[in-house]
């Protein structure tokens, strides 16, 4: 055995996004087959819904041969009530040398399965779905994953170049490393995704804020053109009246100091305060107002995402035009 930290014997992963599921559900396996000081150590991955309740209780019993094992079982949010009995069973007295692994969506008709198992003793890993600034965080991680540094600007453009599905995030990091040998810049993400990667949303946010109407309207609209997310767009544009909005509370900020305290880099720090200086209470209180509407809205309540978007960026752009 090795002498690293023995991994949980039952492992819940919780939520919708396969590519982070199978992440988790990989980090697990390898913890475990280090633990063992074994890298070969059998993988048995099983459908709840394919299994019988006798069949459960077979494969999660103590090995006759006292060897370790990981088994996996998926499709946990759907199953019938005897699958569900037998698989807590196991949870409540786990066999010695398994480590079991449980795959649940979050959803279905077993969804308060997420909420008692935990309760049980599984230890539960979010394989939720991302959403705004967890994208440019999860696409940071990719690049330092790899021993890479990248500005701000290279992981929010990525994202609004390739999208929100994370397998592919996660390629387009590989290749942008690989053909550029590391030296991974904002010129690179446009020359490798240079259609939607013309018009961002943090641009679209940037001018609507700093009052350029006619500039962020045209920008909006081809952004939206070139098929950039509402949901991205929304959340540049939300990030931005956000931080605004936490600096013009404080005018009196040391960028330097404080930056971790206003989770900005000091160079954006200083910006930010820049900027604020320009915006009345009163436009900030508005515009605060405006993002949460918009951020609703293309989430399902706006019953046109398009038109949405560019009522947002033309009231914030008016709003900051006006102080």
Do not use: C
Not at 25 to 31: H, L, M, S, T
Not at 112 to 128: D, I, N
Not at 167 to 180: I, N, P
Not at 256 to 275: N, S, V
């Amino acid at each position: 055995m090795s002498s690293t930290a023995a991994p949980a014997p039952v492992n819940l992963i919780v939520g919708a996004d396969e590519f982070l599921a199978e992440r988790r559900r990989q980090v697990i396996v390898e913890a475990t087959r280090k633990h063992a000081g074994n890298d070969d150590l059998p993988v048995e991955i099983r459908k709840a819904s394919e299994l019988s309740a006798p069949e459960i209780i077979e494969l999660l019993s103590p090995s006759l041969f006292a060897e370790d094992r990981i088994i996996v079982v998926w499709g946990i949010e759907d199953v019938a009530k005897e699958i569900v009995d037998a698989l807590e069973a196991s949870i409540k007295d786990p066999a010695p040398g398994v480590v079991l692994i449980l795959l649940h969506t979050g959803k279905g008709r077993n969804k308060k399965l997420v909420q008692s198992w935990p309760k049980l003793g599984a230890v539960v890993t979010s394989a939720e779905e991302l959403r705004g600034r967890e994208l440019a965080s999860f696409v940071d991680q990719e690049f330092q994953d790899r021993r890479v540094r990248v500005t701000p600007e290279v992981s929010n453009l990525l994202v609004e170049a390739v999208g929100t599905n994370l397998r592919e995030l996660s390629s387009a990091v590989s290749q942008l490393v690989a053909d550029t040998h590391g030296e991974v810049t904002v010129k690179a993400v446009k020359k490798y995704y240079s259609g939607k990667a013309e018009v961002s949303g943090f641009e679209v946010a940037d001018l609507a804020v700093n009052g350029r109407v006619a500039d962020a309207m045209a920008a909006v609209r081809r952004a939206l053109q070139l098929e950039v997310s509402p949901v991205l767009l929304a959340s540049a544009l939300s990030g931005m009246v956000a931080d605004i909005a936490k600096v013009a509370e404080n005018r009196r900020i040391d960028s330097r100091r404080q930056a971790a305290e206003f989770g900005m880099p000091p160079w954006k720090l200083d910006k930010t305060i820049k900027l604020a200086r320009r915006w009345s209470p009163g436009a900030v209180a508005r515009a605060v107002q405006v993002t949460a509407d918009l951020d609703a809205g293309v989430k399902g309540q706006a019953a046109n995402n398009d038109f949405a978007i560019e009522l947002a960026v033309r009231t914030i752009a008016e709003l900051a035009r006006s102080n």
